[in-house]
């Protein structure tokens, strides 16, 4: 691991994060956000979920080429309400109100599902909104992951590797260096300010039949 990496802030405790604010540090990890119960109760809901795996999604497997066939799907009512009820924290909504003329909030996240040969290449949030009838898609500010599964061992990969520029080249393709690899504990949650370059890396072949379970989005702004 490079000094560059380990010069980065670690993860939050659940006691520090009324302080921690997204203006002073761009990514937010913190362990053991949700309970072994929480964990639980998404994953029931994970169980009753319509899923629809990449190869059923047309335009997305456009944008990710090569990542395998993980699946995506809608999360219910009670399990959304939960996950917003746990979600209205200061660095949140400090951040999310810091944008200019602001005319609409809005959220979108799903249930994910990454097994064995599954990956999310790399990209930074800002291409894959699409506008509906002439309507600007909503502009992602931050972007959030966190992990249901119930176990998960470091040879089964699955990390979430977050990156930030070090320059830009003529062919416009960034200078990425890695600042963050976090590995997907059961219960963490994750949070950064968008764009950043990121990406999910393959789920190891010895992970076997265990699943990458996820809940993954954004906190977005809608503007005139």
Known sequence: MSTRMESMSGPVSLADLSSFSFHKNPVLVVENFWSKEERQFFREGMHQAAWKSLADLPKVREDFPNSGNWAKAEIDRAQGQHLMSRLQLPCIQSYMESFPDIVGRHVGFSYYSYAEGDCLL??????????????????????????????????????????????????????????????????????????????????????????????AGWFMTEHA
């Open 122 to 215: 790399t990209h930074d949030d800002t291409d894959q909104g699409y506008a509906v009838e002439g309507v600007a898609a909503p502009r992602r500010r931050l972007a959030l992951v966190s992990y249901f599964h119930d176990e998960w061992q470091s040879d089964w990969g699955g990390e979430l590797i977050i990156y930030r520029k070090r320059k830009v080249h003529a062919s416009d393709q960034p200078d990425l260096e890695v600042t963050h690899c976090i590995e997907p504990r059961p219960g963490s949650l994750v949070m950064f300010t968008v764009p950043r370059f990121h990406r999910v890396c393959r789920v190891d072949q010895v992970a076997g039949e265990h699943r990458r379970l996820s809940i």
